[in-house]
């Protein structure tokens, strides 16, 4: 089993700045790809950014591409997610998900273990 506990989350003004950070612990050595996702009232849960733990290949959503950066610190094992030029059309609950196959995909369903979420408030 692995845990991850997401935090760094709040409200902030457009055009505003906010690093979510996610802990992980448990089984961490098999853990291969994490990666975070939004859910915003009344939306599916959408894939924001995604890292390949061993490789560090990195993809992004197309409405976060460009602003957000996803990174990690291996000796921690904490991911991060530094958003920028936040809007608010961002505003949601972020949620840290880890994969224990390899593969980096876009899906939800592909995804083992979750954290409880971290709310997001961006206005305008």
């Known amino acids: 089993q692995v845990q991850l506990v997401e935090s760094g989350g709040g409200s902030v003004q457009a055009g505003g700045s906010l690093r979510l950070s996610c802990a992980a612990s448990g089984r961490t050595s098999s853990t291969y790809v994490m990666g975070w996702f939004r859910q915003a009232p009344g939306k599916e849960r959408e894939f924001v950014a995604g890292?390949?733990?061993?490789?560090?290949?990195?993809a992004y959503g197309p409405s976060v591409k460009g602003r957000f950066t996803i990174s990690r610190d291996n000796a921690k094992n904490i991911l991060y997610l530094q958003m920028n030029s936040l809007k608010p059309e961002d505003t949601a609950v972020y949620y840290c998900?880890?994969?224990?196959?390899?593969?980096?995909?876009?899906?939800?369903?592909?995804?083992?273990?979750w954290g409880q979420g971290t709310q997001v408030t961006v206005s305008s």
């Open positions: 890292l390949t733990w061993t490789s560090d290949d990195t």
């Open positions: 998900a880890a994969r224990s196959s390899i593969g980096l995909y876009y899906t939800p369903l592909r995804y083992d273990y």
